[in-house]
């Protein structure tokens, strides 16, 4: 059985808030077997789990503390258990789009075993969540794998598919760099509605009608597809425990990526 970890040290990062537009600073503290992942803002304790998560269209979030998606993904997919995320404002740093930055900050502090086993979720059944064409699964497996699925009727990226065990090798070579992504003309109609004051192309993918705004191009040709798989490891944190499923989706997002974790909650 495997044992629980935390950080040999704290790391700090900087940034600012995808929506918010403000700066905020991250300091990821090491933390005592059993405390799982917790966000601490203004002397406030919020656990990332289920009692206090939600979604919608365009984040994750605990509690008042938003956009934790790329954040929890990179602390998921490296096996990291146990973690005090002390934050100067109530979202998330963007960083670059992606959950690289926060890959980077963890390696560096560098991971250490603790004394605790780390608990395991196996599922006995299937779990499925569905609306308007799109769809989540989850079906009893003895190790992480995902299949997940995009189609858009952009030129430039149509029906996509990523399948991969997932681990920390693959998710740094094959997830951890995919961006966020979104639509140009959406973007606009976001702003006037007072979200993505901190967006801008260095990070965030924009798509045009027919081009990719980035001046350096995609990171991958499948970038959006990687992406939307990174957003649910992001949810799939929010669990009591480390999930062994195939997972299964088809053009998921962040509040059909929660419906289905909420329905999986701690079964054993």
Not at 48 to 67: D, E, N, R, Y
Not at 108 to 129: P, S
Not at 234 to 248: D, F, P, Q, Y
């Amino acid at each position: 059985m495997a044992k629980q970890t935390t950080l040999r040290r704290e790391t700090r990062l900087s940034g600012v808030g995808l929506h918010t537009g403000k700066k905020v600073e991250l300091v990821l503290k090491p933390a005592k077997p059993g405390n799982g992942i917790v966000f601490s803002l203004g002397g406030n304790k919020i656990r990332a789990g289920l009692k206090k998560a939600g979604g919608g269209l365009f984040s994750l979030h605990a509690g008042p503390v938003i956009t934790i998606e790329h954040l929890l993904a990179a602390i998921y997919a490296l096996e990291l258990d146990n973690v005090e995320l002390e934050l100067s404002a109530k979202e998330v740093p963007i960083m670059d789009g992606s959950a690289l930055p926060f890959v980077s900050a963890i390696e560096q502090a560098g991971l250490t075993r603790q004394g605790r086993t780390r608990k395991e979720l196996f599922l006995k059944e299937v779990f499925v969540a569905c609306r308007e064409g799109r769809l989540i699964a989850a079906s009893p497996a003895k190790k992480l794998s995902l299949l997940c699925a995009v189609d858009f009727s952009h030129p430039l990226i149509g029906r996509q598919v990523i399948e991969l065990e997932i681990n920390p090798r693959s998710f740094k070579r094959q997830l951890a760099p995919a961006r966020t992504f979104g639509w140009e003309e959406q973007a606009k109609l976001q702003r006037r509605s007072g979200l993505i004051k901190g967006a801008g192309l260095h990070n965030a993918v924009l798509f045009g009608k027919r081009s990719v705004k980035n001046p350096e191009g995609l990171r991958f040709r499948n970038e959006p597809v990687r992406h939307k798989a990174l957003d649910i490891l992001g949810a799939l944190a929010l669990l009591s425990g480390r999930l062994n499923a195939r997972i299964t989706a088809y053009r998921s997002g962040h509040s059909l990526d929660l419906e289905l974790i909420q329905k999986i909650g701690g079964e054993k």
